[in-house]
């Protein structure tokens, strides 16, 4: 569709005040959320992501349509975030120590919050202790852990170490995702749920706070 293309090439391009405008129309014209979100943002982000590992855009170019897609994911927060419902869940959720990539945690957290969850985001480059003082604090039910990069994922089999000498051991599931990260990885440090995309996660997360 011309105007999810647009979004597309408007975010690639960094131009945040044209992608929240598009992100606007579409939602005006009544354009399903999620196809906003996958054929015109996503869309966008993953072109960029491809030229910059084959070295076609660098790290100011990422940066700036890393801005544009957040401009354009806030506007659709509100759609894909329902209000005024109990909390069906808690989660802890970050991008794990050394890791400053934070466009996919912020989808994973507006899709849980979607679905009625309670998630407390520590943000980026949080260290293993974090996520377990904040998962013994709030009483959560799980521990979403994010990384984009090979040499941090590494530092979710940390997370999982540490946990089980924590009280919280057999008390909080971990769950894990990102680029990098597979359901093998996820067999291979012993976590409990690994799921590919934002939404899946949030599904996941769902399930485990009903069950
Ligand atoms: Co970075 N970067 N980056 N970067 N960056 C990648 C990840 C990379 C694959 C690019 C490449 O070479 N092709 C590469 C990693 C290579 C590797 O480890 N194998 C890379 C690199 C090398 C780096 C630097 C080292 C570059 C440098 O400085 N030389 C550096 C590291 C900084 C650091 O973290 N310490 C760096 C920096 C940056 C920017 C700051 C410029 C920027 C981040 C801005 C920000 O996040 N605020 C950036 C970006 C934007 C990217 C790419 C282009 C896009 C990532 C993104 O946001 N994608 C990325 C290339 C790529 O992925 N194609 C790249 C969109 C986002 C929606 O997808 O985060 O994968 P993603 O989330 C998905 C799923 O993975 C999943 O849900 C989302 C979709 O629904 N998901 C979960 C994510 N978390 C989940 C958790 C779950 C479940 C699912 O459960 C808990």
Do not use: W
């Amino acid at each position: 569709m011309e105007l999810l293309r647009e979004i597309s090439e408007n975010l690639q391009k960094g131009r945040a005040k044209n992608v929240k405008e598009l992100v606007q129309k579409a939602i005006d014209e009544g354009i399903e959320v999620n196809r906003i979100l996958e054929e015109g943002l996503l869309h966008g982000m993953s072109i960029i992501g491809e030229k910059f590992k084959n070295n076609e855009v660098y790290v100011p170019d990422v940066l700036i349509a890393a801005r544009a897609m957040n401009t354009g994911t806030e506007l659709l927060k509100p759609l894909l975030v329902s209000s005024g419902v109990k909390a069906k869940g808690k989660v802890i959720l970050g991008t794990v120590k050394g890791d400053l990539h934070d466009i996919g945690k912020n989808l994973v957290r507006m899709m849980m919050e979607g679905k009625g969850l309670e998630v407390i985001d520590l943000g980026v480059d949080v260290p293993a202790e974090r996520f377990i003082e904040a998962a013994m604090e709030n009483n959560a039910d799980i521990i979403a852990c994010s990384a984009l990069l090979t040499t941090t994922m590494i530092e979710m089999e940390t997370i999982v170490q540490k946990v089980k000498e924590s009280p919280l051991a057999g008390k909080v599931k971990i769950m894990i995702g990102g680029a990098p990260v597979t359901d093998n990885f996820r067999a291979t440090i012993g976590a409990d749920i690994y799921t590919p995309d934002a939404a899946t996660a949030a599904e996941a997360a769902l399930k485990v706070c009903l069950a």
